[in-house]
């Protein structure tokens, strides 16, 4: 079955404390990114992937940190999490750059506190 | 760069009536796409409209697109309980997709 797999769906931590949101897709998609949605504010792009080795900013990059080494994953990272980052988390894939839908995965629910 | 921006914000109806939803952006697009998320969950896809087309249909689901306003509008027809959900526009140009904040949908059975 083709999807996005996020791990874990529910994450509570500390300030501080570093930790890796996992995301894998198995459609071989170039693109992959991360968002997080937040109430009264929708999604914001967080980091975005077009292929190996190739990552870009989006709109609220900063507190986060990503890496795409193979294909099929492209975690999450917060060195060193804030209360202010507390989100759902969805990562998301497609073929390739544009004109095609997005594949969802179903959503990490982090809470730092 | 929020691009796609919903209304209204909710949207509460009888089952069986229609629901429309409207879709406002500001530049140029390749395509607008319509996604629907149940609560807490991964968005889904249900539509993709390019910016050569006027109008698109799947089941209950008909999509405009009016470029020269710049604005979308989503019908969904004969609405049911299971309709129930947020729906989010976005706009594919340039820069990778952009979503709007949605729309929250209540259909009352």
């Known amino acids: 079955e083709a999807q996005v797999t996020q791990n874990p769906r529910y994450l509570i931590t500390v300030t501080g404390k570093k930790l890796t949101v996992t995301c894998s897709q198995n459609?071989?998609?170039?693109?992959m990114s991360w968002y997080r949605q937040d109430p009264g504010l929708g999604l914001r792009q967080i980091y975005y992937?077009?292929?190996?080795?190739?990552?870009d900013k989006g709109d609220v990059p900063e507190g986060y940190k990503v890496s795409r080494k193979e294909k099929r994953n492209f975690p999450l990272i917060l060195e060193s999490p804030s209360p202010n980052q507390t989100s759902l988390y969805f990562c998301?894939?497609?073929?390739?750059?544009?004109?095609?839908?997005?594949?969802f995965g179903s959503g990490t629910q982090l809470s730092v506190l | 760069s929020q691009q796609g921006e919903e209304d209204p914000q909710a949207l509460s109806i009888q089952e069986g009536e229609n629901a429309t939803m409207n879709c406002s952006y500001k530049t140029s697009i390749n395509n607008l796409q319509w996604y629907r998320q149940n609560s807490g969950r991964g968005l889904v896809h249900l539509i993709l409209i390019r910016s050569n087309e006027r109008e698109k249909h799947s089941g209950r689901l008909r999509v405009t697109l009016d470029t020269s306003k710049k604005s979308s509008s989503l019908l969904i027809t004969a609405s049911r309980a299971a309709d129930t959900a947020s729906y989010f526009c976005?706009?594919?140009?340039?820069?990778?997709?952009?979503f709007g904040k949605g729309t929250r949908l209540s259909v009352i059975a």
């Open positions: 976005a706009t594919d140009a340039r820069t990778p997709l952009v």
């Open positions: 992937s077009m292929n190996v080795e190739v990552t």
């Open positions: 998301a894939s497609r073929r390739d750059r544009g004109g095609e839908k997005l594949f």
């Open positions: 459609m071989n998609h170039e693109y």
